[in-house]
């Protein structure tokens, strides 16, 4: 049996060599890094082919395909999320992803994407916060001690200058991990014992809990003026973490308005009511935040752009660091016509 | 740096391994296999979660996601159709697929397919003829001899019985490498000069060409009666094989008709132009074949259900062989809310 061919071997980014990666570059640089690219990515929103994931829900959780190519690049990523795996000592949400030359349509990339998808998600948090959130803001409220909440706390420390989290959580053992995981961060590290209390003095709110069910994370009274919103839990049907009423008096910012009427906290409103896109804000097309005492809210759900930011700037890494192995995935034969072939002289 | 827990590996089958499997188990044992398996699934139709599939077109060609779901299992595959790949020494189609448990949406899976599609492909048009073509064929066409075509040869000799085969493609280097490979397999190997000399004597006509373009491959002067036509080739917009006129007067079976009548040969038709599911005839719901001088036609274009089952089968087969690797590609921490404190440790 002869060895496969070149052609046949996709660069595979593990979980061990995603964690080299993010170390060897260090992780408040990946997450200002990837805010940049993403930020470069939503600039150029027009050239993406743009669809909803397609979402395989269950009792227990859901199953998504995010799917997007730029004409030269496709990329997707496989996520799940699942509320009911955390007591059972496994992961909410995990995910890999996938580039391919448009071209040929090979496989360029597969890497691990359970740390890439938290990573993206928190540059993405902080991004759409440097856009909307008041000039200025140096406290944050973190609501959802979980998986997501260190990465949170770092990127609004990293790209929008939040000098102070205070945190809270249902379960205090979650917010003393947390504690514990910042403490060499720089950041000044308060735990609470109510959200009320976490968010007094926060310029921005940041809710990241996985409970799949409407749940009422931010009651209207909670919320006082002028406050940015990063709502990130309330990501499919069925699950918000926001009260209607705060809604109602927000200017509501999104990444692709199909996909979020469906997923987002606005699945709780008309399905005309006005959004602006978080895109139009970073081109200019549409106004941010326009006065101080206006409640600004980053309804997040995660779109596919982003990802596709994501793995390319690993893919871009990898080639430097060699941070990968190399998956036999594709079948090469050598007259491409004799598939069969190949099979037979493997023998 | 601790070693991965056990959680955060996946099962994956490259193509070296899946070549082994095929081997070990028989070629055309598993194509025999494949085909029961695929009718299984066909038969409990109505437990799977059906969407058309996910496609990302460009000039060159298409890559498309499969996803499909029986409540228990998930499934789905990333697939390319690139018919100027040829030409550059690729492959036309390459592919992997993945399976994941519903109750975690963990991957349990994941598995080179551009063998397991020939495979499966190749196992449900012999499925389809096996209910819908003339009993006691014995002579098929096999028009364009492609990485296809050997597959079709095989399934159609261990599934229906085909002793003859009679090959035509535009190029005689496709047919002489078909006529090579199969020197073997017990079937009689006759190459044809044009498309009408295959057809000749022949009951089943297997079209599987891959240029994107509206082609005409089959004229209708061509088809006589009591035939049944397997189109494997036209399967995506705008590439198509049969003339219009064979459609309107055959009696057309399809995978899904929501995906077929966007890429099937049937998008030459009207989009209520009566067409039967597979599945019914396999239940017992429609009837298949009514009369000898029918000629039926099974418009393939590959449906999520035939790869869901195609990669169960491999799951069971890697379980009793080893033939697989293990990827560290969950990222699972001992305390799962601990996502970043994994990140730091590892440090």
Redesign the interface.
């Known amino acids: ?1 002869t060895a ?1 061919s070149k ?2 071997y996709v660069p ?1 980014v ?3 060599n ?3 990666l ?2 060897y570059v260090g ?1 408040e640089r990946v997450l200002t890094d990837l805010c940049a690219e993403i930020e470069d990515d939503f600039r150029r929103w027009g050239e993406f ?1 743009k ?1 909803p994931r ?1 979402a ?1 829900h ?1 009792d ?4 998504e ?1 995010m ?1 997007t ?1 730029d ?1 030269e690049t ?1 990329g ?1 990523k ?1 996520v ?3 509320p009911g ?2 007591k ?5 949400v ?1 995910a ?1 992803g ?1 580039l ?1 030359d ?6 360029i990339l597969v890497s ?1 994407m ?2 890439l998808t ?1 990573l993206r998600t928190a540059a993405t948090s902080a991004m759409a916060a440097k856009w909307l959130a008041p000039k200025n803001a140096r406290v944050m409220a973190l609501i959802g ?7 949170q706390a770092l990127a609004f420390k990293a790209i929008c200058g939040i000098e102070e989290v205070r945190f809270y959580d249902i379960d205090p053992a ?1 917010t003393a ?1 947390c504690l ?2 910042l403490k060499g961060s720089g950041i000044r590290l308060i735990a609470c014992a109510t959200a009320e209390a976490a968010i007094e003095g926060a310029q921005i709110i940041t809710t990241v809990t996985a409970d799949k069910q409407y749940a009422t994370i931010l009651s209207d009274n909670m919320v006082g003026t002028g406050v940015h919103i990063n709502g990130v839990g309330g990501d499919c049907p069925g699950k918000t973490e926001l009260h209607r009423d705060i809604l109602l008096r927000s200017s509501i910012f999104v990444e692709y308005p199909p996909q979020t009427r469906v997923e987002g906290e606005i699945q709780a409103l008309d399905p005309d009511h006005p959004v602006t896109e978080l895109w139009q804000v970073i081109t200019g097309v549409a106004a941010g935040r326009t006065a101080a005492a206006e409640v600004t809210l980053f309804d997040s759900v995660g779109f596919a752009i982003e990802d596709f930011a994501a793995l390319r700037y690993v893919h871009g890494k990898v080639a430097q660091t060699g941070f990968c192995e190399q ?7 050598d ?10 002289r ?2």
Chains 1, 2 share one sequence.
Not at 102 to 107: D, I
Not at 145 to 151: C, D, I, L, S
Not at 327 to 333: H, K, Q, R, S
């Open positions: 049996m496969p052609q046949a595979f593990s979980v061990a995603m964690m080299k993010v170390l992780l082919d669809t397609v395989s269950s227990v959780g859901v199953i395909l799917p190519s004409g496709y997707f496989y799940n999320g699942h795996n955390m059972n000592g496994l992961q909410t995990t890999f996938l391919a448009v071209q040929t349509g090979y496989p691990e359970t740390l938290a001690n979980g998986a997501q909440a260190e990465f979650a991990k514990e995981n998956l036999d995935m594709i079948a090469d034969p007259d491409p016509r004799d598939l069969f072939g190949m099979l037979l493997s023998a």
